[in-house]
Nanobody, 115 residues
Protein backbone atom coordinates (compact mmCIF):
# COMPACT_ATOMS: atom_id res chain seq x y z
CA UNK A 1 0.00 0.00 0.00
CA UNK A 2 1.09 3.52 -0.80
CA UNK A 3 -0.17 6.60 0.97
CA UNK A 4 0.10 10.05 -0.60
CA UNK A 5 -0.77 13.12 1.44
CA UNK A 6 -1.03 16.45 -0.36
CA UNK A 7 -0.99 19.92 1.13
CA UNK A 8 -0.56 23.51 0.08
CA UNK A 9 -3.64 24.27 -1.96
CA UNK A 10 -5.78 27.33 -1.44
CA UNK A 11 -7.15 30.55 -2.88
CA UNK A 12 -4.80 33.00 -4.56
CA UNK A 13 -5.15 36.00 -6.83
CA UNK A 14 -4.08 35.91 -10.44
CA UNK A 15 -0.32 36.36 -10.65
CA UNK A 16 0.23 34.86 -7.23
CA UNK A 17 2.12 31.75 -6.14
CA UNK A 18 1.43 28.53 -4.29
CA UNK A 19 3.57 25.55 -3.35
CA UNK A 20 2.05 22.09 -3.23
CA UNK A 21 3.62 19.22 -1.30
CA UNK A 22 3.02 15.48 -1.51
CA UNK A 23 4.47 13.15 1.11
CA UNK A 24 4.65 9.48 0.18
CA UNK A 25 4.78 6.56 2.58
CA UNK A 26 4.29 2.81 2.52
CA UNK A 27 5.52 0.49 -0.23
CA UNK A 28 7.15 3.13 -2.41
CA UNK A 29 10.23 1.14 -3.42
CA UNK A 30 11.24 1.12 -7.08
CA UNK A 31 8.92 3.92 -8.07
CA UNK A 32 9.15 5.08 -11.67
CA UNK A 33 8.03 8.66 -11.26
CA UNK A 34 5.99 11.01 -9.13
CA UNK A 35 3.96 13.85 -10.38
CA UNK A 36 0.99 16.16 -10.31
CA UNK A 37 -2.20 16.01 -12.31
CA UNK A 38 -5.19 18.32 -12.18
CA UNK A 39 -8.88 18.15 -12.90
CA UNK A 40 -11.12 21.12 -13.46
CA UNK A 41 -14.93 20.83 -13.37
CA UNK A 42 -16.20 19.15 -16.52
CA UNK A 43 -12.70 18.20 -17.65
CA UNK A 44 -10.68 15.04 -17.55
CA UNK A 45 -7.70 14.67 -15.25
CA UNK A 46 -4.61 15.98 -17.03
CA UNK A 47 -0.87 15.90 -16.49
CA UNK A 48 0.74 18.96 -14.95
CA UNK A 49 4.30 17.81 -14.22
CA UNK A 50 6.24 14.65 -13.43
CA UNK A 51 9.69 13.81 -12.13
CA UNK A 52 11.28 10.40 -12.64
CA UNK A 53 13.33 8.42 -10.18
CA UNK A 54 16.35 9.62 -12.13
CA UNK A 55 15.35 13.25 -11.79
CA UNK A 56 14.07 13.94 -15.30
CA UNK A 57 11.13 16.32 -15.44
CA UNK A 58 8.21 16.76 -17.80
CA UNK A 59 5.68 19.58 -17.93
CA UNK A 60 2.42 20.32 -19.64
CA UNK A 61 2.89 23.09 -22.21
CA UNK A 62 0.43 25.30 -20.36
CA UNK A 63 2.60 25.45 -17.23
CA UNK A 64 6.11 25.51 -18.69
CA UNK A 65 8.07 28.45 -17.35
CA UNK A 66 5.63 28.99 -14.48
CA UNK A 67 5.61 25.71 -12.53
CA UNK A 68 8.57 23.76 -11.16
CA UNK A 69 8.48 20.22 -9.85
CA UNK A 70 11.11 19.03 -7.41
CA UNK A 71 11.60 16.35 -4.79
CA UNK A 72 13.24 15.62 -1.47
CA UNK A 73 14.37 12.02 -1.66
CA UNK A 74 15.19 11.80 2.04
CA UNK A 75 11.62 12.75 2.92
CA UNK A 76 9.91 10.96 0.01
CA UNK A 77 8.24 14.23 -0.83
CA UNK A 78 7.55 15.92 -4.14
CA UNK A 79 6.81 19.62 -4.52
CA UNK A 80 5.12 21.76 -7.14
CA UNK A 81 6.06 25.42 -7.07
CA UNK A 82 3.43 27.36 -9.00
CA UNK A 83 4.18 30.95 -9.96
CA UNK A 84 2.26 33.49 -12.01
CA UNK A 85 -0.94 31.58 -11.45
CA UNK A 86 -3.85 32.16 -13.82
CA UNK A 87 -7.59 31.59 -13.38
CA UNK A 88 -7.36 28.67 -15.82
CA UNK A 89 -5.07 26.91 -13.32
CA UNK A 90 -8.07 26.50 -11.02
CA UNK A 91 -8.57 22.77 -10.41
CA UNK A 92 -8.17 19.96 -7.96
CA UNK A 93 -4.53 18.90 -7.99
CA UNK A 94 -3.72 15.23 -7.44
CA UNK A 95 -0.39 13.69 -6.53
CA UNK A 96 0.56 10.50 -8.35
CA UNK A 97 3.18 7.84 -7.75
CA UNK A 98 3.79 5.39 -10.58
CA UNK A 99 5.32 1.99 -9.99
CA UNK A 100 5.55 -1.09 -12.19
CA UNK A 101 1.99 -2.34 -12.42
CA UNK A 102 0.47 0.20 -10.05
CA UNK A 103 -0.57 3.83 -9.92
CA UNK A 104 -1.32 5.48 -6.58
CA UNK A 105 -3.20 8.75 -6.06
CA UNK A 106 -3.60 11.26 -3.32
CA UNK A 107 -6.96 12.65 -2.23
CA UNK A 108 -6.44 15.93 -4.08
CA UNK A 109 -6.03 19.52 -3.01
CA UNK A 110 -8.05 22.44 -4.35
CA UNK A 111 -6.30 25.34 -6.05
CA UNK A 112 -8.46 28.36 -6.87
CA UNK A 113 -7.10 31.38 -8.72
CA UNK A 114 -9.26 34.49 -8.74
CA UNK A 115 -9.06 37.07 -11.49
Amino acid sequence: QVQLVESGGGLVQSGGSLRLSCAASGSIFSFLRMGWYRQAPGNQRALVATITSGGSTNYANSVKGRFTISRDNAKNTVFLQMNNLKPEDTAIYFCNLAQVGRDSWGQGTQVTVSS
